[in-house]
């Protein structure tokens, strides 16, 4: 970043989009973590709050997401245990297959990306 654009408190300005201070700003819906500890080596960060389809993305329904853990587990998991998610799944209770699915997120047992992904858009779109 060029250093005509530093502010006092250790930021930016930056042009089009104001002061992005040093540390954490919050925006209407998330916010950007900005520092600069060493010269020339700067650590930007985002986060979001809440879920934003865009203009096209039409959400999953239940039972698409259902399909999708259904393979996830499948690929991942030894089939005693995706048998036993199957029971879950059954309920089509969106905070039980939530949490039962994140359970095994947390212990590392579904290392899939795609699945830490669409786990947390169905979080946001059903809980």
């Given amino acids: 970043m060029p250093d005509e654009l530093r502010t006092e408190d250790g930021g930016y300005a930056l042009p089009g989009f104001g002061p992005l201070r040093f540390g954490h700003t919050r925006l209407d819906n998330g916010g950007f973590i900005f520092a600069n500890f060493q010269p020339g080596r ?10 934003q389809p865009g203009l096209d993305e039409t959400p999953m329904t239940l039972d698409e ?5 259904r393979d996830e587990c499948g690929e991942h998991l030894p089939w005693e245990e995706a048998r036993d998610m199957e029971a879950v799944f059954v309920t089509r209770d969106p905070r039980t297959i939530f949490m039962e699915l994140d359970k095994l997120q947390q212990a590392g047992r579904i290392p899939s990306k795609r699945f830490a ?6 979080y946001w ?3």
């Fill in 42 to 51: 700067q650590m930007l960060g985002t986060i979001e709050f809440g879920r």
């Fill in 65 to 69: 997401y259902i399909k999708v853990f």
């Fill in 117 to 122: 992904k669409l786990l947390t858009d169905f």
């Fill in 125 to 127: 779109q059903f809980l």
